[in-house]
């Protein structure tokens, strides 16, 4: 695939946070963007960088009647020496076209997803912030643009990927949050889109991270949605416990998002011999071990946070304290061991990091 670069006139570029101004995660986006359109029958035609802006679409595309719509989220770091870092682009386009195919998507080969990041992040680097913590986050996404109410696969289709400058997850430091077990409404049932990562998932778990919030949580634990017993995700992050030193984690059973941090920090406990198990984990097991003190610690792995240590849960009206409401020991040392490899302080024996050269 040719890419044709369309670049901004340089006195109409936007404007760039300031050294010390903060970074607000999703409010500030770069100059450019990537766009590659579909047509059945035709296939994929030739990718374009053009300066971020509006797309035009049709009142009835099918996007915004049926949710045809998928997306993907990684970041760019600046290292140490000066270079540019991708961590593991290859697994984010990998399940960019698990999720196509779920959704009846096209599906885009990896290697033109990953040169269309690359592309784009080459021209915007100047909006890779250097300030500690601090990177390019970077939305591909994939919507159905043909014109036509009807609930059937779309014809049309447009990939594009924009890019925006964000600052360190945790502005007041890596402090635990407190979770509320969700009890009445559920996140995703298995043979559904739990896995899939598409728009209707965020939707569909809004109010109850609003409910949560007003009660003054910070994020909510996902159970199953069969029998209410289980434990899923917490919030929009996949969840780790340290039973009697064990780190043991919900299997990949459909109705859970196969996360990228997720797999490296399995990576990773497996590289230092550390026992995992992939096990169904009832939450009355979670409450119980942590008032006995068996459950050490506790937390939930993505992109935006990397690790989110777990400081309580609240269920059922009863709450219990993880890691004597402290980070702990097995939780900052991957947090420090993934960021240190993102940034490239620390030696990749897992070949996770792309260079950008």
Known sequence: MTITINRVPPDRCRKKPGKDEALPFGKIFSDHMFLLDYEEGKGW???RIVPYGPIELYPTAVVLHYAQEIFEGLKAYYAKDGSICLFRPDQNAERMNRSATRLCMPTIPVETQINAIRELVRLDRDWIPRADGSSLYIRPTMIATEPALGVR?????????????VGAYYAKGFEPVRIL???NYIRAARGGLGDTKTGANYAASILAAMEAKN??????????AETRRFVEEVGTMNIFFVFDGELVTPPLSGSILPGITRDSVIQLAKYWNIPVVERNVEIDEVM???????????????????ISPVGGFSFQGKDVTVSSGRVGKLSKRLY???????????EDHHNWVHRVE
């Open 45 to 47: 035609g030739e990718g």
């Open 215 to 224: 009660k003054g949580f910070d994020q909510v634990l996902w159970l199953d």
């Open 181 to 183: 077990v969700e009890e």
């Open 336 to 346: 420090d061991e993934i960021t240190g490899i993102q940034y490239g302080m620390i």
């Open 153 to 165: 696969p779309s014809s049309e289709y447009l990939y594009f990927i924009v890019t925006g400058p």
């Open 288 to 306: 119980r071990r942590a008032q006995d003190g068996s459950l050490s610690e506790a937390f939930g792995t993505g992109t935006a946070a990397v």
